[in-house]
Each structure stands twice: as C-alpha cells, then as structure tokens.
C-alpha cells in the first residue's frame, strides 16, 4: 500500500505562482514501469490530467498548462513537485497526485489539495 500526501495549494491571484508537493509513503517514484502525475478536478467538470512523467522519462502535460507548469521528482525524498506559474482563474481546481503501477494495475490517489486562482 501507498499513501499519498500532497500539500501546497491555496489561494493566489492570477499571474501568481503556486508549488505543490506530493509525498509518499515509500520510496515508489521512479521504480521501472509506472506513471506518477498530477490530475485535477473543477466544479462540475471531470477530472483531467495535468502533467505526469512516465518510467521511461517521458513528460507529457495537458496543453493547457505547457510553458506553465512543471512536473519533476525527487526520489530520494519520495516526493514529486508541481510547480505552477502564470496561474489563471481557469486552473482553479481540486488538485491530485497519482502513481500508476502497470505491473498490478493499481492506481494510488491522494486526498487532493485545493488551489483557487482570483481574477
């Protein structure tokens, strides 16, 4: 079992910048053959990927935030970051961390962090 933490949302203007933190329970970041990300959920709207790096080291992030966003890790501390910069009233949202692990096909959530942008 996994349990993820994330922390570092809240309140910012738009045109402010926001760094969210995902801490694990044990060392999973990293580990071959999994995919570690950052989802998210506005009202009423479904929950969409934001940005995530897969095994192999390949980054992929939602249109809507490249150039703004930033996804990296540091294993070591079993940690994964999300720096988000420029922020606009649109990226307001419950924000989550996931880790995907293809060998069992489990998914890991944690419990979401709120940032909300003001225009």
């Known amino acids: 079992q996994v349990h993820l933490v994330e922390s570092g949302g809240g309140l910012v203007q738009a045109g402010g910048s926001l760094r969210l933190s995902c801490s694990a329970s044990?060392?999973?970041?990293?580990?071959?053959?999994?995919?570690m990300g950052w989802y998210r959920q506005a009202p009423g709207k479904q929950r969409e990927l934001v940005a995530r790096?897969?095994?192999?080291?390949?980054?992929n992030y939602a249109d809507s935030v490249k150039g703004r966003f930033t996804i990296s890790s540091d294993n070591a501390k079993n940690t994964m970051y999300l720096q988000m910069n420029s922020l606009k009233p649109e990226d307001t949202a419950v924000y989550y961390c996931?880790?995907?692990?293809?060998?069992?096909?489990?998914?890991?959530w944690g419990q979401g962090t709120q940032v909300t942008v003001s225009s």
């Open positions: 044990r060392s999973i970041f990293g580990i071959n053959r999994m995919a």
């Open positions: 790096i897969l095994s192999g080291g390949t980054i």
């Open positions: 996931n880790v995907y692990i293809l060998l069992t096909a489990i998914d890991y």
